[in-house]
């Protein structure tokens, strides 16, 4: 099952259409994918064993590029994002894979959707095409084997960065530089589990005005998605609709000799194998 958010209401993208949950249910369920997250699988139920109109009829490829579209959440308590969880992208950055991950967090007004503009704040600012996984019931100290069944669903991320401040302290920090407007595009859709395949086994690319700069697959991470969450809610407890944003492949300008950067007018498209392409342009920022 897809879930996304289109023109403010949760609706259900099917391959004829889309199916606006709130009215199809008479109300039974909310009309924000938010209040949904931790329903999914009721309303899996009610989909598979319903006769359903669509309320409007666009085929997934019109929809992913349709700007109605917003972030698949937009109220979590929480966003994680994984520093240099891929091996060779901790090569390109001259450092070794970690040994435990490297944790920072995106701020939740950085939040955006599949076709949102960003205007750049820098001359230096990044991409960095991400798998990111929402959470969907509360997990504190899970066991990695258990840790999948707490995953709501799957969807593309891309953590823009602004390498200026996110280099500008000593040590670096990285919280701000990732958290400009817009910086943290979320879709097109969520892709629930059981219409998932492995993740730890998906085709992740990130493409510049069509010049391919990260092709790469999740298994290239240090630490899985299953992993990851384990690590995390043995501090924190994860709740339902928190974002974990799993790390960037390899592949991101400050990685190339000499670094490539964004600059206005340039079109970054991020697709991951089976769950959608975003596609952002950059534009020049305003004062």
Known sequence: ?????????AVIVTDDGLIDIAS???????SSTDDLISRLDEVGEWYVTTDLDLSLELTPDVVARDPRLGPVV??????FGIGLNYRRHAIEMGMTPPTSPLVFTKFASSLAGANASVALPSPHTDWEAELVVVMGARARRVAPGDALHYVAGYCVGQDFSD???QMSGNPPQFSLGKSHENFSPL??????????DEPGDLLITCDVNDVRYQDSSTQDMVMDVA???AYLSAVCEIRPGDVIFTGSPAGVGQGHTPPVFLAPGDVVTSTIGGLGSLRNVMTRATV
């Open 1 to 9: 099952m897809r879930i996304a958010t289109f023109d403010q209401r």
């Open 24 to 30: 199809a249910s008479g109300g039974r369920f909310s």
């Open 227 to 229: 992993g990851l969450i």
């Open 163 to 165: 390498r200026d401040l």
């Open 74 to 79: 937009s109220r979590p308590s929480q966003i």
């Open 187 to 196: 879709g097109p859709w969520l892709t629930t589990p059981d219409a998932c």
